[in-house]
């Protein structure tokens, strides 16, 4: 499975992005599905996930209520839908491929390249 994460860009005020993931691959929808983002001298931190069917999900905190998540399985695809950017949601974010209940950074089986997303002070 290969992952391409697209749709980062600079947002002011109140703004909203949409990050797409285009994934390559037969087994993509045996996969859960996640939105990580890191900052320079910190981990990776899980934004969102969603399970292989889109019937679960989960966020940070810090995202509840502005972010969601979804994927279509019929086009191989994965998004995360953010609005209200505050400038700490400035990282680059990266989309990745794993095991419902074991995305962490250690766990996650495919990773895409990231695509920044930047929210001014």
């Known amino acids: 499975v290969q992952l391409q994460a697209s749709g980062g860009g600079l947002q002011q005020a109140g703004g909203s992005l949409r990050l797409s993931c285009a994934t390559s691959?037969?087994?993509?929808?045996?996969?859960?599905m996640g939105w990580f983002r890191q900052v320079p001298g910190k981990e990776p931190e899980l934004v969102a996930g969603?399970?292989?069917?889109?019937?679960?999900?989960t966020y940070a905190d810090s995202v509840k209520g502005r972010f969601t998540i979804s994927r279509d399985n019929a086009k191989n695809t994965m998004s995360l839908q953010m609005s209200s950017l505050k400038p700490e949601d400035t990282a680059v974010y990266y989309c990745?491929?794993?095991?419902?209940?074991?995305?962490?950074?250690?766990?996650?089986?495919?990773w895409g390249k990231g695509t920044q997303v930047t929210r001014p002070h």
């Open positions: 969603i399970s292989w069917n889109g019937d679960r999900t």
């Open positions: 990745a491929a794993g095991v419902w209940g074991r995305m962490t950074r250690d766990e996650v089986v495919y």
């Open positions: 691959g037969r087994t993509f929808s045996t996969y859960a």
